[in-house]
């Protein structure tokens, strides 16, 4: 089992719906959680930190689940420009201060006119 | 402006050549990484240092050398032994706090080719 799945997808979307995304972690000791978003050919790029109470930003909404271990994205009102692939990252070095992440395979969106 | 500078942004190696990837940070952060991805594949960890003089080794370490006599900087050498190298290389860097939840930071990446 991979230390982090996700459903590359494609999602596609038309603009102005809403879209949802899970991924699953195997490490239960793990303690942080982010989404980054990745361009074709470009880096990745932090999207949001994600709480154990939930956050959200705007039009993305981010959940974790610890008791299942599956954190998830929402994302409202897609517009084209949010076309890209999103990456579920888990830290799994522990409250150490310091991060041995991993990264999901990403989920590709396409929103579309 | 704040930011990490990875070069050069593409990168041809021969057979049984060295090539080095500089990567270079004024965030001020004491963490650097090396990754590379893969078409369809997530991030792998190459090397990694919590700070100057020390480094630790990744889930991906052979055939790959590094340094951190910097705090700025994190060089990575791709060698002749490692037979695959053709992918999108990655360095990141990161605070190291009190908190795990201290998000990476990533240059703009090196693409090395085989030629």
């Known amino acids: 089992r991979k230390e982090v799945e996700q459903d590359p997808g494609p999602f596609n979307v038309p603009e102005g719906a809403t879209v949802a995304f899970n991924c699953t972690y195997s490490?239960?000791?793990?303690?942080?959680f982010f989404w980054y978003r990745q361009d074709c050919r470009k880096e990745p790029k932090l999207l949001m930190s994600?709480?154990?109470s939930g956050n959200e930003d705007g039009r993305f909404t981010a959940q974790l689940n610890r008791a299942s271990q599956y954190i998830s994205l929402l994302i409202r009102d897609s517009k084209l420009s949010d076309s890209a692939t999103y990456l579920c990252?888990?830290?799994?070095?522990?409250?150490?201060?310091?991060?041995?992440?991993?990264f999901g395979t990403g989920t590709r969106l396409l929103v579309s006119p | 402006d704040g930011g990490i500078t990875q070069s050069p942004k593409y990168l041809f190696r021969k057979e049984g050549q060295n090539v080095t990837l500089s990567c270079e940070q004024n965030?001020?952060?004491?963490?650097m990484y090396w990754y590379r991805q893969d078409p369809g594949q997530g991030l792998r960890l190459i090397y990694y240092?919590?700070?100057?003089?020390?480094?630790q080794k990744g889930d991906i370490a052979e055939g790959y050398s590094v340094s951190r006599e910097k705090k700025e900087s994190f060089p990575l050498t791709v060698t002749s032994a490692q037979k695959n190298p053709t992918a999108f290389y990655l360095c990141?860097?990161?605070?190291?706090?009190?908190?795990?939840?201290?998000?990476?930071?990533f240059g703009d990446g090196t693409r090395l080719s085989i030629l």
């Open positions: 990141a860097s990161s605070r190291v706090g009190d908190s795990s939840n201290q998000p990476q930071h």
């Open positions: 994600v709480y154990s």
């Open positions: 240092s919590q700070i100057v003089n020390d480094f």
């Open positions: 965030l001020n952060h004491d963490a």
């Open positions: 490490n239960s000791a793990s303690q942080s």
């Open positions: 990252v888990v830290n799994i070095a522990g409250n150490t201060g310091f991060q041995k992440l991993v």
